[in-house]
C-alpha cells in the first residue's frame, strides 16, 4: 500500500489521469491525499470532481476556498448561478450535481494520521496553532458544514475580517478559522493574514512572513502537506511540504509519496495554456532537501 498526496488540481482532469497513471495507483491497495481545490478555472471541474468523487473509498479530500466557494454558489438561485464561470456551471447544472455537492460538504478541513506522521490542510496553520488546536477548530467548522444550519455558514463565510483571535465567537470565529485553513500565506507574528500578498517569498511587505515561517510559531509533531500557494512552487522545509505547483496555470500536477522514509516527488504537466500567473515562479523550490522527481 502506498500513499500519496497530490496537488491542487482545479479542473485539471487530464493532468489527474496522467498522473494517476504515472504513480501507477491501485485503487485495490493505494490511498490519495487531495488537497483541496479540486475544482474551478481549469475547464475539467466536472469531470475531475466525479473522478475524485468515484475514488472516495480509497481517498481523503480537505476542502480549499474554491471548493468551499462552489458549495456556496450551490446554495444560491439558478438565475445567480449562470453569473459563474462556464467552468462552474457544468457542475452546478450537471445531473448529479446534488450528489457530488452534498459529497463535498462532508469533506474535512483538516485531515491527520498519526501513524505515519502526516496531517494534510489547504493553506496552512496560524502561528500559534498545534496540531491538536488545528484539528480542534477544523472540528467546529465541519460539524455546522454537515449540520442543519449549513447554508448559514456558507452565505457568511466570506470575508477579511476579523483576523483570528481564540476569543472570537459565533459568525467571526467561523471565518477566521475557514480564512487560516483555506486562504493563508502570508500572516504577522501576531497572526493576521495579508490577503493581498500572492507572490514568491521576498515579495511580501516588510514585517510579514510565510505562515510556517512566523517567528515564535508552535512546535507541531506532525509533517504538513499543502497546497493553495502555486507561486510558492514545491517548497519542502520547516516540517511543511507545500505542493500546488500551479497545474492550471501550465506549470506542474505534483504527488508526494507520504508513507516512505525517502523523498518521492513524482510530477506531470498542467493544463496546457500559454501563459503563467502574475509573479510565477519556477514549479520547483527547494531548501536543503534532495528529492527524486518524474517529469513528462
Given at each position: 500500500m502506498t500513499t500519496w498526496a497530490i496537488g491542487d488540481l482545479q479542473g485539471c482532469y487530464d493532468s489527474l489521469q496522467r498522473l494517476l497513471e504515472r504513480i501507477k495507483f491501485d485503487p485495490a491497495a493505494?490511498?490519495?491525499?487531495?488537497?483541496?481545490?479540486?475544482v474551478n478555472r481549469g475547464g475539467q471541474s466536472l469531470e475531475t470532481l466525479r473522478l475524485v468523487h468515484s475514488l472516495r473509498a480509497q481517498s481523503v479530500v480537505v476542502l480549499g476556498n474554491h471548493d468551499l466557494s462552489l458549495l456556496a454558489i450551490g446554495e444560491r438561485r439558478p438565475d445567480e448561478q449562470r453569473k459563474v464561470n462556464a467552468d462552474l456551471?457544468?457542475?452546478?447544472?450537471?445531473?448529479?450535481?446534488?450528489e457530488l455537492l452534498d459529497w463535498l460538504r462532508l469533506q474535512p478541513l483538516v485531515h491527520a494520521d498519526r501513524d505515519i506522521g502526516w496531517m494534510m490542510v489547504h493553506a496552512g496553520l496560524a502561528p500559534k496553532w498545534t496540531t491538536q488546536l488545528a484539528q480542534k477548530h477544523a472540528s467546529e467548522i465541519?460539524?455546522?458544514?454537515?449540520?442543519?444550519?449549513?447554508?448559514?455558514?456558507?452565505?457568511?463565510?466570506?470575508?477579511d475580517r476579523p483576523a483570528w483571535s481564540p476569543r472570537l465567537t459565533g459568525m467571526e470565529r467561523d471565518r477566521a478559522i475557514i480564512n487560516v485553513f483555506t486562504r493563508l500565506r502570508y500572516c504577522s507574528p501576531r497572526g493576521r493574514i495579508a490577503f493581498e500578498e500572492k507572490g514568491a517569498p521576498g515579495s511580501q511587505q516588510p514585517g510579514l512572513y510565510p505562515w510556517y515561517e512566523v517567528p515564535g510559531r508552535a512546535q507541531r509533531d506532525l509533517k504538513i502537506v499543502c497546497g493553495h500557494w502555486s507561486t510558492l512552487g514545491l517548497f519542502l522545509g520547516h516540517g511543511v511540504h507545500a505542493i500546488d505547483t500551479g497545474a492550471v496555470w501550465g506549470g506542474k500536477l505534483t504527488a508526494l509519496q507520504l508513507d516512505t522514509d525517502e523523498l518521492r516527488v513524482v510530477q506531470v504537466a498542467g493544463r496546457d495554456v500559454p501563459a503563467s500567473p502574475p509573479n510565477a515562479r519556477p514549479p520547483y523550490h527547494k531548501d536543503d532537501r534532495k528529492t527524486d522527481q518524474a517529469r513528462s
Open positions: 493505494d490511498r490519495l491525499w487531495f488537497c483541496g481545490d479540486l456551471q457544468r457542475v452546478l447544472f450537471a445531473d448529479d450535481a446534488r465541519e460539524q455546522k458544514l454537515r449540520g442543519n444550519d449549513f447554508r448559514k455558514l456558507l452565505k457568511n463565510m466570506y470575508g
